[in-house]
C-alpha cells in the first residue's frame, strides 16, 4: 500500500527495514508503536481462535479473520505469513501453558498422597480458563502433528523445550498415574472418567458455551468428586 511504500522509503533513509514485529507508526514513541503492533496481533489471534473453533480451521479464510478484525488482508499479512502461522502462533500458548502450568503441577504432587486429587483440582481452573484454546489443540491434533515435523515453521516461536516433548512430559506422567499397578482396577477406572469429564466440557463447543466459567467450575468439580468417591489417589 501506499502507507507501506512510504514508511520502507522512511526507514531505508533510517538506515533500517522494517520487518514483521517492529513498530509501524512515526508519530508515536517506539514502545507505543510496538504496543499498537502487539494489540493488532493479539486481536487478530482471538478472532482467529473464535472463528477456528466455531467454524474449523480449514474452513475459516484470512479474509474472514481480516474482516472480523477490522483490517485489510494486505495488513493482517504484516503480523503473519500465513494461516498456518496463525494456528502455529495459538498452539504455542498450549504449551505455555503446559510449560507454566500443567508440567509443574505433576511434578509437585508426583509423591503426593492425594496426589489425583491435587493435579485435578489445579487442572480444572486453568483448563476451563483456556478452553476453546484446549479444544482448539485436541481438534486439530493432525495438523499440528505435521506442524511439529516442520523444523522451519517451529522456528518462527521460541520455546522452551521442544513441543513434542512437552507432550510427552504430560501424557507420560499422566499414564505414570493412571496406569499404577498398585491402584485398584475400579479406582484406576474412576480416574480414567475423571479425565473424561474434563475433556468432555472441554470439546462440549456451543452446548455449554452460556454457561459461565465460574458456575461450570464449580459443576465440574461436584461431577469429579462423584466419580472419584472417597480413597481414590
Known amino acids: 500500500t501506499g502507507r507501506q511504500v512510504t514508511l520502507s522509503v522512511m526507514a531505508t533513509r533510517a538506515g533500517t527495514t522494517p520487518r514483521k514485529g517492529t513498530p509501524r507508526t512515526t508519530s508515536c514513541s517506539q514502545s507505543d508503536s510496538t504496543e499498537v503492533a502487539e494489540t493488532t496481533s493479539e486481536r487478530i489471534l482471538s478472532v482467529a481462535l473464535e472463528l477456528f473453533v466455531r467454524k474449523g480451521y480449514t474452513e475459516t479464510s484470512l479474509r474472514e479473520i481480516a474482516e472480523a478484525v477490522g483490517v485489510s488482508k494486505a495488513a493482517l499479512y504484516y503480523h503473519f505469513d500465513s494461516k498456518e502461522d496463525i494456528l502455529l502462533a495459538l498452539h504455542m500458548r498450549v ?18 498422597a492425594d496426589s489425583w486429587e491435587k493435579i485435578l483440582d489445579g487442572l480444572i ?13 485436541l481438534r486439530n491434533k493432525d495438523l499440528i502433528a505435521v506442524m511439529h515435523r516442520n523444523g522451519a515453521a517451529l522456528k518462527k516461536h521460541e520455546a522452551a523445550k521442544k513441543p513434542e516433548d512437552i ?16 491402584v485398584s482396577v475400579r479406582q484406576r477406572v474412576r480416574k480414567l472418567a475423571s479425565v473424561g469429564a474434563i475433556a468432555g466440557v ?3 463447543g456451543k452446548t455449554l458455551g452460556d ?7 464449580v459443576a465440574l468439580r461436584a461431577v469429579i468428586h462423584d466419580i472419584l468417591g472417597d480413597g481414590v489417589h
Request: glycine content about 6%; overall charge negative; charged content about 25%.
Open 202 to 204: 472441554l470439546l462440549a
Open 125 to 137: 481452573g486453568p483448563a476451563l480458563q483456556n478452553r476453546r484454546l484446549i479444544e482448539l489443540h
Open 95 to 112: 504449551h505455555s501453558l503446559g510449560t507454566e502450568q500443567f508440567i509443574p503441577l505433576l511434578q509437585a504432587n508426583a509423591k503426593r
Open 211 to 217: 454457561v459461565p466459567d465460574s458456575k461450570l467450575e
Open 167 to 182: 507432550d510427552i512430559d504430560i501424557e507420560s506422567r499422566f499414564f505414570e498415574l493412571l496406569g499404577d499397578p498398585s
